[in-house]
T-cell receptor, first 114, second 115 residues
Framework: KAGVTQTPRYLIKTRGQQVTLSCSPI?????VSWYQQTPGQGLQFLFE???????NKGNFPGRFSGRQFSNSRSEMNVSTLELGDSALYLC?????????????FGEGSWLTVV | QQQVKQSPQSLIVQKGGISIINCAYE??????FPWYQQFPGKGPALLIA?????SEKKEGRFTISFNKSAKQFSLHIMDSQPGDSATYFC??????????????FGKGTKLSVKP
């Protein structure tokens, strides 16, 4: 069974540009969440999608957005990139239907903003 | 507001020793408490998880102890091995779909097991 797949793994962008990251969840999983990991702030929740609907949102500015497609694949977009957006962006998937569902993470997308 | 507090930040243990990492939470709505292990360059991998109706859960060398009244839980790694050297994160989560339905992580503990 394939795990959570994230693309691209590494990317470098210039301040002011935008970026789109992609995530393919584990087959059968309907919930996809995104997290940002930085050395200073640790792992922080961005948003969660379930059956194409945003179900929960973290405390990030509107420059961070996401969506989920009918096949449960998800994308997140960051517009007007800032240096502080440099981070590891992690996608996680779960069945999502009940509390306590195991959440599995992908390897992440390393974003560097210069 | 940090809802999950983890300690220590770093831990050095001799091979064969016991590694203990502690976490405390504030929100009584949390009902799922997983521990993740992360190696450099990798995503977090689920190690073990517990629900609040259980006081202890053991899987191999890894044990979670849970104290609901104190709102604390801990990870014990028995017979620690150099391959256990990684960063460990505790987390807490409420019911899926609710405002606490996402994972809230501690700041992490960097464990080094010396041979």
């Amino acid at each position: 069974k394939a795990g959570v797949t994230q693309t691209p793994r590494y990317l470098i962008k210039t301040r002011g540009q935008q970026v789109t990251l992609s995530c393919s969840p584990i087959s059968g999983h309907r919930s996809v969440s995104w997290y940002q990991q930085t050395p200073g702030q640790g792992l922080q929740f961005l948003f969660e999608y379930f059956s194409e609907t945003q179900r929960n949102k973290g405390n990030f500015p509107g420059r961070f957005s996401g969506r989920q497609f009918s096949n449960s694949r998800s994308e997140m977009n960051v517009s007007t990139l800032e240096l502080g957006d440099s981070a590891l962006y992690l996608c996680a998937s779960s069945l999502g239907a009940t509390a306590g569902n195991t959440i599995y993470f992908g390897e992440g997308s390393w974003l560097t903003v210069v | 507001q940090q809802q999950v507090k983890q300690s220590p930040q770093s831990l050095i243990v001799q091979k064969g020793g016991i590694s203990i990492i502690n976490c405390a939470y504030e929100n009584t709505a949390f009902d799922y408490f997983p521990w993740y292990q992360q190696f450099p360059g990798k995503g977090p991998a689920l190690l073990i998880a517990i629900r609040p109706d259980v006081s202890e859960k053991k899987e191999g060398r890894f044990t979670i102890s849970f104290n609901k009244s104190a709102k604390q839980f801990s990870l014990h790694i028995m017979d620690s091995q150099p391959g256990d050297s990684a960063t460990y994160f505790c987390a807490a989560k409420g019911r899926s779909g609710g405002s606490q339905g996402n994972l809230i992580f501690g700041k992490g503990t960097k464990l080094s097991v010396k041979p």
